[in-house]
Nanobody, 124 residues
Framework: EVQLVESGGGSVQAGGSLRLSCVAS????????IGWYRQAPGKEREEVSC????????WYDDSVRGRFTVSRDKAKNTVYLHMKNLKTEDTAVYYC?????????????????WGQGTQVTVSS
């Protein structure tokens, strides 16, 4: 069965850090683009980052650039979203997605697989 599973969400105070994990089963992340999205209550889903495994390049939204970092553990077939200096506006459900592209993906509906999401809550 092909699936993505996120974990690592939780509640932290502003300025804190969290690491989200996205584990793939049923397929390898090789030659995939891995996107991180988030959706806050009452808001539209927004793209946070896109990591292209083939090139190792990562795109970040301006709102998180310099605070969020994506990394990959190939042996564990896992991609991580390292979040530091968290702000209250980072509060959202975070989703990872995978698409079989060797370039940055910009449209959510191009991703083939989505995880179930993990809640991140940042308090002041």
């Amino acid at each position: 069965e092909v699936q993505l599973v996120e974990s690592g969400g939780g509640s932290v105070q502003a300025g804190g850090s969290l690491r989200l994990s996205c584990v793939a089963s049923g397929f390898s992340f090789d030659d995939y683009a891995i996107g991180w999205y988030r959706q806050a209550p009452g808001k539209e889903r927004e793209e946070v980052s896109c990591f292209v495994t083939t090139t190792g390049s990562t795109w970040y939204d301006d709102s998180v650039r310099g605070r969020f970092t994506v990394s990959r553990d190939k042996a564990k077939n896992t991609v991580y979203l390292h979040m530091k200096n968290l702000k209250t506006e980072d509060t959202a459900v975070y989703y990872c997605a995978a698409g079989s592209r060797r370039e940055r993906m910009t449209r959510p509906y191009d991703y083939s697989y989505w995880g179930q999401g993990t809640q991140v809550t940042v308090s002041s």
